[in-house]
Nanobody, 135 residues
Framework: HVQLVESGGGAVQAGGSLRLSCAAS????????????MGWFRQALGKEREGVATIDTNSGSTSYADSVKCRFSISRDSANNTVYLRMSSLKIEDAAMYYC?????????????????????????WGRGTQVTVS
């Protein structure tokens, strides 16, 4: 079965940087439409889970939440089945548990047609999370 293991979380001061990694395993097909997208999501205490960034594993196309645009960058290493989230200029409000997930494309209203969105409902496989603390 699919396994997603996050790492790289920790405590950082506001304005600092972190790089999260997500190691994926257990994909049984080279092309699985249910897992065309990889993404990072976060959930702060008392808040709902929200999408941060996603990447299309085939095209490399990315999507970001407005709150992290120009500060966070998602990338993938297909050879090693790893997805990264580079976070810079971290803010207090970025503190949360960060989850890696695999999912499918959905309809994007920005003219791209079907794409990888930051909607948690599009994602069915989840890791256990890595904590990011910003002080």
């Amino acid at each position: 079965h699919v396994q997603l293991v996050e790492s790289g979380g920790g405590a950082v001061q506001a304005g600092g940087s972190l790089r999260l990694s997500c190691a994926a395993s257990g994909f049984t097909a080279s092309r699985d439409y249910l897992r065309d997208c990889m993404g990072w999501f976060r959930q702060a205490l008392g808040k709902e889970r929200e999408g941060v960034a996603t990447i299309d594993t085939n095209s490399g196309s990315t999507s970001y939440a407005d709150s992290v645009k120009c500060r966070f960058s998602i990338s993938r290493d297909s050879a090693n089945n790893t997805v990264y989230l580079r976070m810079s200029s971290l803010k207090i409000e970025d503190a949360a548990m960060y989850y890696c997930a695999a999912g499918r494309r959905g309809w994007c209203n920005d003219g791209r047609g079907y794409c990888c969105r930051t909607a948690p409902g599009d994602f069915g496989d989840w890791g256990r999370g890595t904590q990011v603390t910003v002080s």
